[in-house]
């Protein structure tokens, strides 16, 4: 092909050259094709085919005139060679020797050139095969051809001819195998042999298969390794990753054999039938054509006839066929069977009694039946006598008293009796005792065991076993002692109470309770009826009760309206020897219940009150004659009688039928009554209608306690102040009094007394006892007393002594009063009249602070100077005492340095000023505080020290929860 360059030269509107332009190019007429296309002021043009056309610049400026080449005309160049080349074009390279497999395409090009090497074009050829065995045959024309191989391995040299000039040769074409596409089972290696169907073989043969693979046009490649598998054939053929196997039978049968290369690439055989192989065993079956079963023992009647079989089986136990075979006694005394000789025979015993064998033989394979055994016992049956006498045990009922003897009777198969015969009995269900008894022909059952059920079985080492019917074994006769207990033992002679009278377990001789048997029942005198359950047997004399499932009779006898005593007589009925007896107590009088209203009394109380409730529960009046309390404990035994007076004070003399009464009693302690836990009781005694009645002892007794008095004392008055002023106010004052005696005091009166030397002063003074004052003592217990008592400005001055008064009384009874006027140990304080500079007042911030509060409260003193001087504040000091202990170390105060009113440290003449102390932490004691205040002063015209103080009271309580 031909080429030559182009420029695209750029003029002005009046014709003058610019420069060159870049412009887009192409050609016309499909004459050939110019390189670059686009954006270049040149381009370069190459003939490629026969024919007319121009060459086009386009400017992409619109405004731009545009340019075209003069008619192209492109004529055929003479081609002088040809090269085969494997791609299009004059690209890709020739073909010199190639290896491809049968699976590739190998694409050849025809490229034609002129004398001067020049490439003119792809020419048309003529194609063919040069030598070599290359498959499918070269043939064909055109300026390509598609080589696709179908036969490997094969070589070969392809030829390309043009038709004006030379030819040219590829080099050595090679094509190698494709890849695995198929296998195919086969009966011999490496391609040998036949593909394997339909195959027919015994189980003596074996069957050796090989896998072929093969790639897409059928080429062998060589034995795969596969996974063998099978359908329907034994044994199953299971393989991995192996080329061959041999498939041994062991069973007949039919089925195939798959060979898988995996990716869906599989074959299998044509169907493969399998047959017996050869007779090597044979078997006696009672039925032809190898059905039936082997024949073991056999037990026959001189009736029966019994036919035989030779059945022939291959090494593998599978059955071939029937086979002809001699048959004859191998053992025993047996009849000959008939015929001798074939395929069967039949055994037709005509000889009772005998036993043996039987042999097949066929050309020495051989086998014989199990025992067979003609005119044995065949069964047996368990009869009431010996000899096939009495009857056939069916279902029966026995006692525990009774037994009977069993017999085993033994048959043959036609019915007929041959003897009794030795079995092994044994029972079963509950049957006691247990029957285990081997080799004998007869068992006796005695039960001793009621209630039972079971059954009793002969067992015969070859015959049919028997068994009895269901033998139900009852108890036998009452015997022994009956105890009998009424619940409740004593009842109302009311007509309507009742008791329930239950007995022991009732039994007979062999300890069976005694379910089912009948007891009679008597009651005398009959002042109770019995009322359930109903007569068991109204035709027998007395009344029946029947003894239940528990081995024990229960009654109810329901009471009359005459009190008494009644015996109960049991004892059995229709023989046996059971008895028992017991006495029910109807009573008509009745203590229901002692009531004391006070739990404890102390000794010379002169009344204690204490009820009595009576019952009248029959059906007349009772006339009370004599009615009376007791007194004992903690040992009932032990009687307190003598420590008390008893006076009943109610005029009741009769109870009506029915009704309860309440009588009252007043009880005087002694004054030595025993200090004790008293049970207080009764007994009551009266007639009805001539009948003397009573009771004695309440169903509900009551119970006191015994004290000693109350006895009050003070112990000592006490008061944290020694020093007082006249119109002081808020002085704490305490009592502390203690109880000696065991009974409670209650306190009516408690206050404090003031004596000047031997002179009552209390009127200077105003009491205000604390409103939690206790208003009792408990025995043997001390409390406290807390007052506030406020000075009279006019008291009396100097040493007063501060005593106390109590009084009250016992709280088991009014009629004992208690008083003490004087302390153990009394207090005293002096009293000085008020100081011209002193302390007017000391109050708190609030009347109740808690235990360990950390929130500030405050102390207010207000301090007064009525002299001829200012006074200086030097220090102030409070103390905190609860139950007259010091606990100041416990609370945090911040103290003051200087008057509020003033804010300094004077206090001037005639002036009244204030300080305060800040409490910060509250002390852990909790109860009523006296809050000590002392003022620390210094008259600045004397330098005399001034010191006063004054007290207060706060509440410390526990905080809230």
Known sequence: SQSFTVHAAGYDAYGNYRKDENVNWSATG???????????????????????????????????????????????????????????????????????????????YAAGYDAGDNYLGDVSVTWSLA????????????????????????????????????????????????????????????????????????????????????????????????????????????????????????KPGSGTITADAGNNIKDDTGAITVRPGKVASLTIRDAAGGLGNEVGD????????????????????????????????????????????????????????????????????ADETGTITVGS??????????????????????????????????????????????????????????????????????????????????????????????????????????????????????????????????????????????????????????????????????????????????FTLQAGTTGGTATIIANSVDGGNAYGDTTLTLMSLNIVSINALSTTVSRGQPQAQVNMRVQNLGGETVTIQTANLTFSGPNPLHSYDDDYTVEWTENITSIPPGSTVTLIFQVGVDALAALDSVTIDGEIAGEMNGVAVSDVGAETTDKWLVQTQAHLEILKVSTPVDTIT??????????????????????????????????PVASDYQIFPNPSNPDSVRGGEQTQLNFSVTVSNTATLGEISVNGFISGHDANSSLLPLEDASADTPDSWFVKEAPVVGVISFQPSQQTVTQGQDAPWYLTMEVGNSGGSAVRLDSARVKFFIQGIDRTDKYEVLYPSVFLGSGTAVLDTGSVDSIKFTIQETGISVGEATVQGRIYLTDMGTHNSITDQKTTGITVQTPAN
Do not use: C
């Not at 394997?196 to 015994?202: D, H, I, L, N, R």
């Not at 198969?413 to 029957?435: C, E, K």
């Open 30 to 108: 499909n004459i050939g094709y110019v390189s670059p296309e686009s954006n270049s002021s040149s381009t370069t043009f190459t003939a490629t085919q026969e024919g007319t056309g121009v060459i086009i610049a386009d400017h992409p400026a619109p405004s731009v005139t545009d340019d075209q080449t003069g008619t192209i005309t492109v004529t055929e160049a003479e081609v002088d060679h040809i090269i085969i080349r494997n791609a299009p074009n004059n690209s890709g390279t020739p073909v010199g020797d190639t290896t491809i497999t049968a699976d590739d395409q190998l694409t050849l």
């Open 131 to 250: 030598s070599g065995d290359l498959e499918p045959t070269i043939s064909g024309s055109g300026s390509s051809y598609i080589f696709s191989p179908t036969k490997a391995p094969a070589n070969g040299v392809i030829r390309a001819t043009h038709a004006a000039t030379s030819s040219d040769l590829t080099g050595t074409i090679t094509v190698n195998v494709g890849v695995l596409a198929s296998i195919k089972i086969r009966n011999a290696p490496n391609n040998g042999g036949d593909e394997v169907g339909t195959v027919t073989m015994t189980t003596d043969d074996d069957l050796v298969l090989y896998a072929a693979g093969y790639d897409a046009d059928g080429n062998f490649r060589s034995d795969q390794p596969v996974t063998w598998s099978s359908e329907g054939l034994t044994p199953p053929v299971s393989a991995s990753n192996t080329s061959t196997i041999t498939f041994s039978p062991t």
């Open 298 to 365: 056999v037990v026959m009647t001189l009736d029966d006839k019994l036919t035989l079989y030779a059945a022939g089986y291959d090494q593998y136990g599978n059955y071939a066929h029937d086979v002809v075979a001699n048959w004859s006694v191998s053992s025993g005394d047996l009849d000959d069977p008939d015929p001798l000789t074939g395929t069967s025979t039949t055994f037709d015993p005509t000889t009772p009694g005998t036993s043996g064998k039987i042999q097949a033989d066929s050309a020495g394979i």
């Open 377 to 554: 016992i065949a069964y047996v049956l368990i009869r009431t006598a010996p000899n096939g006498a009495g009857i056939e045990l069916g279902d029966t009922t026995l006692t525990a008293d009774d037994s009977i003897t069993l017999y085993a009777a033994g048959y043959d198969a036609g019915g007929n009796y041959i003897g009794d015969v030795t079995v092994d009995w044994q029972s079963t269900g509950t049957l006691t005792p247990s029957i285990s008894t081997s080799g004998t022909i007869s068992v006796t059952f005695a039960p001793t065991t009621a209630p039972a059920t079971g059954t009793i079985i002969a067992d015969h080492s070859v015959a049919t076993d028997d068994v009895t019917g269901t033998i139900t074994i009852t108890p036998g006769k009452p015997v022994g002692e009956i105890t009998l207990t009424p619940i409740p033992a004593i009842i109302n002679a009311n007509g309507s109470d009742t008791s329930r009278v239950t007995s022991s377990v009732i039994r007979d001789s062999d300890d069976n309770p005694a379910q089912g048997a009948l007891i009679s029942v008597n009651v005398t005198p009959q002042i109770a009826t019995i009322i359930k359950p109903s007569d068991a047997a109204p035709e027998i004399s007395g009344y029946q009760v029947t003894v239940n499932s528990s081995g024990y009779i229960a």
């Open 726 to 759: 006249q119109g002081q106010k808020n002085i704490p004052v305490s009592m502390t009094i203690e109880n000696t005696g065991q009974a409670t005091a209650l306190i009516t009166t408690d206050s404090l007394t003031f004596w000047s030397g031997g002179t």
